[in-house]
């Protein structure tokens, strides 16, 4: 036909998800889940990239603990498995209080006192051994 052959350059551009970040075929997600949730244990919806599915969270679970689903992530590029999706979990403190939620937390507080916090028991045991 007369016409020139030549390269043709395609570039792709990819917008960052509101949820899920990647590195290969594994998937991150930020899953925030209340002290409640953390402390007592609790079934918590997450999202997948094939809609959303339910985790159990174990009681006693501390912020940034991840749980993987194996097989969750993306389809590898070349075949194979598909990557596994993470689940980060981050224990959401609450900004403000009314006066009433205030006074629960302190009750709370007050009841369990440092036996339920061996970490903070330690660390102040650290402090009183510096003086």
């Known amino acids: 036909t007369g016409e020139a052959m030549g390269d043709l ?5 990819v917008d960052e998800h509101p949820l899920f970040q990647r590195r290969a075929a594994d ?13 007592l ?7 997948t990239i094939d809609g959303c599915t339910t985790i159990r969270v174990p009681a006693g679970t501390e912020s940034g603990k991840v749980f993987r689903l194996a097989g969750r992530g993306l389809p590898a590029l070349k075949g194979g498995r598909r990557g596994d999706l993470h689940l980060r ?22 009841t369990v006192g440092l036996d339920y916090h061996p ?9 009183r051994n510096r003086k």
């Open 9 to 13: 350059y395609v570039i792709i551009s």
């Open 89 to 110: 979990v981050d224990v959401e403190v609450p900004g403000s209080l009314n006066q009433e939620a205030k006074e629960t937390i302190a009750a709370f507080d007050a």
């Open 41 to 47: 244990g609790a079934d918590v919806e997450v999202p």
């Open 119 to 127: 970490k903070r028991r330690e660390f102040s045991e650290h402090l």
């Open 27 to 39: 998937l991150f997600v930020e899953v925030p889940i209340t002290f409640t949730q953390a402390a």
